[in-house]
């Protein structure tokens, strides 16, 4: 598990805050999806959330160790992949999950076992010996998504996982993260596919202009937003004031 605690980040000259006052909770077990539109936020979060970035103001702890007092020791805890999966592009496939196996210091047999079946299960088993430079994006994301899953975190942490991923992957995507949470792991994802977000979340938070509107169930979502007949896209439109379903500008 992991909480958020009254974290805030502001950046620029005018002191802008991208993320005010952020509390969050997410349980073991659990799927938890973070929505919010572009700019919202999440990114920022997600990036203090992982010890990227420090907070102006505020604690993040995951599985009760701090990132801040005990950096080294709290991203034992979790593996982290990025919007943009972009890494030592020289390298081959199998030297970057290699590299990622000691630096989490993975076992030769568990690590082989666990880069037989991901490779598989993504279709990367070919290709392991091909420099990552030679990617496309959707592959780099598949061996990112790889990467993490060897070091088989407590805490599956992932900024827009679906992106650049075709539908298969994605199914494949879907069905890890449910694994996890059956196993009693935590999974967080930042996500702005709401039909995802819908069918496999537990919990879900959304975000607008660095504050959190709403953390809950989407029962409870619909109790306090919205009514049984509406989707979850219907309501988080609403909630950030767009503009796509009226065309007129937000209030």
């Known amino acids: 598990m992991f909480e958020i605690k009254d974290v805030s980040k502001s950046y620029g000259k005018n002191g802008a805050k991208a993320v005010d006052s952020l509390s969050l909770t997410v349980q073991n077990g659990e799927i938890f999806g973070f929505l919010g539109p572009n700019g919202a936020g999440k990114t920022t979060s997600i990036r203090m959330l992982t010890g990227i970035l420090q907070p102006d103001e505020g604690e993040l702890e995951l599985d009760g160790i701090s990132i801040l007092k005990r950096p080294v020791a709290a991203k034992r805890q979790f593996a982290f992949v990025p919007d943009n999966p972009e890494t030592v592009s020289r390298l081959k496939a199998i030297e970057y999950l290699n590299f990622i196996g000691d630096v989490y210091k993975v076992s030769a047999d568990i690590r082989k076992q666990r880069i037989e079946l991901y490779t598989e299960k993504f279709g990367l088993k070919e290709v392991l010996n091909n420099k990552i430079s030679s990617f496309s994006h959707g ?37 890890i993260m449910r694994e996890r949470a059956a196993a009693g792991k935590t999974v967080f994802f930042s996500t702005h596919v709401m039909e ?56």
Not at 209 to 224: A, C, R, S, V
């Open 139 to 175: 592959m780099k994301q598949k061996l990112f998504l790889i990467a993490s899953l060897i070091t088989d975190p407590q805490n599956w942490i992932l900024d827009e996982p679906m992106v650049g991923l075709d539908p298969e992957a994605a199914f494949i995507v879907k069905e």
């Open 196 to 251: 995802v977000a819908e069918k496999i979340c537990d919990r879900i938070g959304i975000i607008k202009q660095g504050k959190l509107l709403f953390q809950g169930t989407m029962n409870e979502l619909k109790e306090q937003h919205g009514n049984e007949g509406q989707s979850l896209e219907d309501i988080f439109l609403e909630m950030i004031g767009s503009t796509a379903k009226s065309g007129g500008q937000p209030n």
